[in-house]
Nanobody, 111 residues
Framework: QVQLVESGGGFVQAGGSLRLSCAASGNIFNTDVMGWFRQAPGKQRELVAGIISGGSTNYADSVKGRFTISRDNAKNTVDLQMNSLKPEDTAVYYC?????WGQGTQVTVSS
């Protein structure tokens, strides 16, 4: 079992920044692949960014150059720095690890 707790969501104006954090506990390993997903109303959940144990990352085309994913294996956390936010980034953001999901955190970007 893995527990994931997200934090850092909120309301921001377009062009602003937010930093999301996900703290993991339970049956976890430093080799785990971790990722951030998001789901906007009426849309499917989509991958935003992923990071493997060696630090390699991948991003959705829509967030490349604006978002940065990072991990701290000592703290069992994965963060998502989101800059130059756009209204279309509005969604519930979920942390994912070993098949488990966090409860989600709302990000709302106003135009």
């Amino acid at each position: 079992q893995v527990q994931l707790v997200e934090s850092g969501g909120g309301f921001v104006q377009a062009g602003g920044s937010l930093r999301l954090s996900c703290a993991a506990s339970g049956n976890i390993f430093n080799t785990d692949v971790m990722g951030w997903f998001r789901q906007a109303p009426g849309k499917q959940r989509e991958l935003v960014a992923g990071i493997i144990s060696g630090g390699s990352t991948n991003y959705a085309d829509s967030v490349k150059g604006r978002f940065t994913i990072s991990r701290d294996n000592a703290k069992n956390t994965v963060d998502l720095q989101m800059n130059s936010l756009k209204p279309e980034d509005t969604a519930v953001y979920y942390c994912h690890r070993r098949g488990f999901w966090g409860q989600g955190t709302q990000v709302t970007v106003s135009s």
